[in-house]
């Protein structure tokens, strides 16, 4: 049988007058459809889990409420608490789905707890290539040093040098910037080496 935190009653009453019954009604839910989910209190907020597992959670804003079912392929894609809806903005208990809708979503979210099942991974980001300037190309051409400095580079850090030559809009700022990179370069330094430890 699932268990009560009396901490979420403590959250329930603090709670803006228009939550408390939205958030008795969730937790009221939670409980019936999830008859062996138990409460815990994380990230300032009510949360249920169901075999040591993260269930789903509740919180309440200013303005709304917000409810969600925490297994990543039920998550649309959404980690922030504020924006944990599976219900979107909830302002009243009207704005809640019809009980046979919540029950279908907690079996969905019961079984892929039961059957281990794991999101598949993300599609990986396809990188687009960096574009040298020719200034730059120019200039890295004279100086070996930061030649083989700016080939070493991790993709992010030659991206770094590039977007802050490109992004000057004058000649002579840009030419500037690719003074300063070439000393630096032929340092060995990244272009923010002055913030890494």
């Known amino acids: 049988m699932g268990t009560r935190d009396p ?7 603090a709670s803006n007058p228009f939550a408390r019954p939205i958030l008795k009604r969730l937790r009221a839910l939670a409980h019936k459809h999830c008859p062996d989910c138990e409460e815990t209190i994380k990230w300032s907020s009510p949360h249920f889990s169901y075999k040591g597992k993260m269930y789903c959670g509740m919180s309440a804003f200013k303005e709304h409420c917000a409810f969600g079912f925490w297994h990543p392929m039920m998550r649309r894609d959404d980690n922030s608490l504020e924006g944990m809806g599976s219900f979107g903005k909830i302002k009243s208990v ?13 079996r969905e979210a019961m079984k892929l707890t039961d059957g281990n099942v794991k999101a598949p991974p993300k599609p990986k980001k396809v990188r687009e290539p960096i574009v040298v300037p020719a200034s730059l190309k120019a200039a890295l051409a004279k100086n070996k040093k930061a ?16 977007e802050w030559i490109t992004e000057a809009k004058r000649d002579e700022t840009r030419d500037a910037r690719v003074k300063q990179a070439i000393e630096w370069m032929a340092e060995g330094k990244a272009r923010h080496w002055k913030y890494m430890a």
């Open 7 to 13: 901490r979420v009653d403590a959250y329930i009453e």
């Open 94 to 106: 009207g704005d809640l789905p019809p009980e046979a809708e919540f029950a279908k979503m907690a």
């Open 147 to 162: 030649n083989a400095t700016f080939d070493a580079f991790s993709y992010s850090h030659q991206k770094e040098y590039v």
